[in-house]
């Protein structure tokens, strides 16, 4: 028996048909047909959500490979011919922009924010989740609340701090934050550390480790898969990241690939939609790519942070 | 005792991130909300003003805070429920799940500025596809972004497209309620809206409320759509809240001004969250998930 809602789809006809004798409130003669319905119908829905889902990506990738007039046709075409994959070239050089360090400088802030946000949440994760010490729990309150507190409160002082210092317009303010660890990120993983069975912990601990080693030898090789999953959310945080880099970083040089993007319409006087398209496609690629290959660690991670909270 | 110091060791880049990039930060808003600091100048302390000005000389303060609150009223729930909706079709026990499920988990992970032009494209009145496909069916579409009564609906509907990653948290808590609760409940001659009402939803609802709370915090601080596509406007029609902050802040340059904006939307939230975790006693059920620990 399927548990299936009773949706808008069910037809009230059926439930007309209510003749006396019943198996879970539907007429028994009509249970199996009314089942194969509601299948189709779930399939039907299914597929239609599906392609209204995945069509703002083709609509982009179309847009992006069409020639300029094309871009303007009414109705508009879904597949442009010829094919102008020119459109990508121009889109990275049509404005003079140093487009290769942008991706240098997105690729080099996110791989150390990576870093740092992984070896640091994992550490103070491990105290959470192995060590007993006054104020454990009060502390790890306090973690979980601070991801509650707005971006926009610390904002404005954390970047009067930086003008102070002189870290404005480097990649410093992008990156150091995320060594001391991101309450999300512990969060997950000390979800993860209380999973492994402390035995492991314990028979180590006999034979004489210390906990530093028995963080590095024992529990981060088992938490490879959290630790993964740690690492593309935080890449893909950074990939996306707009609001931060745009206050901190200020020379073109020093800009990132959604600075780039976020930048791209106010370059031109009318709007060349082909470009623009081609222009998100290759921010967009990159991500849907480790996506694709990284699949699970995704879920798995939004479902360890998901349930429990 | 070595166990303490050990543990404080461990946590210790966490406390030393929390006081130099939350603690002393927002302390630091909390008393920059007194002055008048236009960043060039020195600041001068004007008490409350600030908060007075507010309410009393600046009316985009007020719209920015409607718009806002509209936009968590309206898209948060709808978001949930949509995310619900398709949770309860992909736990159908459909062929090609994994499919299917990356389909609607897609747009969840580009969100950001690709999203937001992709969308301004998708919206736009003439060659936008939205308005196209509703030429298909001989309705003139509005002007979307460019219309001042459209352009936050525009928003609103577009935030449904990323809802792929509370899909998958209810999905995982679909497939861990118990076969043997429905099955008990048919034989009670339970129908299938009675399965949904009495076992369902109070099954999903601590990750319902997981989601609501993450879902308003989210929403209270939206910035890159209003940032891309409307720059706040037509006529300040998405003036969010993050964004006029982010101006006062950034373009005006009025460092305290924005410093009382930013904890007037913390007390917001505060307020909202600590209000939901009162009233989640009335209607989360808990019973399962501790009897499970």
């Given at each position: 028996m399927t548990t299936l809602p009773e949706s808008e789809a069910t037809p009230r006809a059926f439930r007309r048909l209510?003749?006396?004798?019943?198996v879970h409130g539907w007429p028994a003669q009509s249970i199996r047909f009314t089942n194969a319905l509601r299948r189709l119908i779930t399939y039907l829905i299914l597929v239609l959500l599906g392609v209204i889902m995945a069509l703002p990506f083709v609509w982009m990738v179309s847009t992006a490979l069409k020639p300029d007039a094309l871009v303007f046709s009414i109705p508009p075409e879904f597949f442009p011919r010829p094919w102008v994959w020119r459109n990508f070239i121009d889109a990275l050089t049509i404005l003079g922009h140093p487009v290769h360090l942008y991706v240098w400088n997105t690729l080099v802030i996110a791989v150390l924010g990576v870093v740092g946000v992984a070896l640091s949440s994992s550490l103070v994760a491990f105290g959470f989740a192995r060590l007993e010490f006054p104020g454990r729990d009060k502390l790890f309150v306090v973690v979980l609340g601070?991801?509650?507190?707005?971006f926009a409160v610390t904002m404005v002082p954390q970047f009067i701090l930086y003008q102070r210092i002189g870290w404005l317009d480097t990649f410093l303010p992008l990156i150091v934050p995320y060594w001391f660890g991101a309450p999300f990120h512990i969060f997950l993983l000390r979800q993860f550390f209380l999973t492994i069975p402390r035995e492991l912990d314990e028979a180590a601990r006999i034979d004489g480790a210390s906990n530093l080693r028995i963080y590095w030898n024992i529990i981060l090789p088992l938490s490879r898969p959290a630790l993964a999953t740690v690492a593309i959310f935080a890449f893909v945080y950074h990939w996306n990241d707009l609001l931060w880099p745009l206050i901190v970083l200020s020379s073109q040089k020093n800009w990132t690939l959604a600075l780039f993007l976020a930048s791209f319409q106010g370059y031109m006087q009318q709007p060349r939609w082909n470009l623009l398209m081609a222009a998100s496609t290759v921010l967009v690629l990159p991500v849907l790519i480790l996506f694709f290959f990284t699949q699970k660690l995704f879920i798995r991670g939004i479902v360890l942070t998901g349930l429990k909270g | 005792m070595r166990q303490t110091i050990e543990g404080y060791l461990f946590i210790s880049p966490w406390i030393i991130g929390f006081i130099l990039f939350t603690f002393l930060p927002v302390a630091a808003s909390f008393v920059m909300s007194f002055f008048n600091w236009r960043l060039i100048q020195a600041p001068v302390f004007v008490g409350v003003e600030n908060y007075v000005n507010m309410f009393t000389a600046d009316p985009l303060f007020g719209q920015s805070l409607q718009v806002t609150l509209i936009y968590v009223v309206v898209a948060v729930p709808l978001q949930l429920a949509f995310a619900l909706f398709l949770a309860m079709l992909l736990n159908q026990r459909v062929r090609l799940l994994p499919f299917f499920r990356t389909v609607f988990y897609l747009p969840a992970v580009v969100s950001g500025v690709a999203v937001a032009v992709l969308w301004q494209w998708l919206y736009?009145?003439?060659?936008g596809l939205i308005n196209e496909m509703l030429r298909w069916f001989g309705i003139k579409g509005p002007?979307?972004?460019?219309s001042p009564q459209w352009a936050l609906p525009a928003i609103i509907f577009m935030s449904l497209w990323t809802v792929g990653g509370t899909m998958i948290t209810f999905l995982a808590a679909l497939q861990g309620i118990p076969q043997h609760l429905y099955e008990a409940a048919e034989l009670d001659g339970a129908g299938e809206r009675a399965k949904f009402w009495h076992i369902t939803l109070p099954m999903l609802s601590p990750v319902i409320f997981f989601n609501l709370v993450l879902g308003i915090i989210v929403g209270f601080q939206t910035f890159t759509q209003a940032y891309i596509m409307t720059k706040g406007g037509p006529l300040n029609a998405t003036m969010f809240y993050a964004l006029y902050l982010y101006l006062n802040a950034f373009n005006f340059l009025k460092m305290g001004y924005a410093s009382a904006l930013a904890w007037v939307l913390f007390l917001i939230i505060l307020v909202i969250t600590i209000a939901q975790l009162k009233l989640s006693r009335r209607w989360v059920y808990y019973e399962f998930e501790e009897a499970r620990a």
């Open positions: 209510a003749s006396v004798p019943r601070t991801m509650m507190l707005p | 736009h009145p003439d060659l002007a979307w972004l460019v």
